[in-house]
């Protein structure tokens, strides 16, 4: 009974290390299996859908969603997320030539304020539109948890992933580039977080 007291504790606390390595080395391997998920290059050739949607966070973002607009690849765009000031007028500037095409085939979506938000305003337009098919729009870091979000949303809808590559954040290399792990392994906790919500949802 002596050498049992004695000894529990110890054998209690080497199965609390050998569980907390195993945590460690389970969130590593599925950090190391997200960042496969993060495309690695742009799409050369989108297929058309019926409609487009941008997640905002960077003008280069806005700028590609546009440009695919204007190659016809979709019949409207969706900018969900831009700030309460921004306007038509101002995103004309962005693209110039433009402007007429922003006025007849762009919404914007000022209420979003995340990605949840976002996925939750473009199923609405999604349904108030009727559309069938999305283009998805935004970076490539993003692309996982925005495609995640909007598929719990938007059911029986057909997502076309566009990744916007960031020439600051170097994804095909990340362990290189100590700014760009940590903004994947952030990315990462936050699609964690993403699966574990929607799945008691």
Not at 9 to 34: E, N, S
Not at 48 to 77: E, H, P
Request: with cysteine; charged share 15%; proline share 4%.
């Amino acid at each position: 009974m002596a050498l049992t007291l004695l000894t529990t504790p110890h054998l209690k606390t080497k199965i609390g290390i050998a569980c907390a390595v195993l945590l460690i080395l389970a969130f590593f391997m599925g950090f190391v299996k997200f960042t496969q998920l993060v495309p690695r290059q742009q799409s050369a050739n989108v297929t058309k859908a019926d409609a487009i949607v941008v997640l905002t966070g960077g003008k280069s973002r806005v700028i590609g969603a546009i440009k695919l607009l204007s190659a016809g690849k979709g019949r409207r765009l969706l900018i969900s997320g831009v700030h309460k000031s921004t306007s038509l007028d101002i995103l004309a500037r962005l693209v110039p030539g433009q402007k007429n095409l922003l006025k007849c085939c762009v919404d914007l979506d000022k209420a979003a304020r995340n990605t949840i938000g976002n996925a939750a305003q473009t199923a609405a337009w999604v349904a108030r539109y009727k559309f069938k098919s999305l283009i998805v729009v935004t970076s490539s870091y993003h692309m996982p948890r925005s495609l995640f979000e909007l598929h719990h949303v938007l059911p029986g809808i057909k997502l076309i992933a566009y990744p916007v590559l960031v020439n600051s954040v170097p994804v095909t290399r990340w362990w290189t580039n100590p700014g760009t792990a940590r903004l994947l392994l952030s990315e990462y906790v936050k699609y964690i977080a993403t699966r574990l919500r929607l799945l008691f949802n």
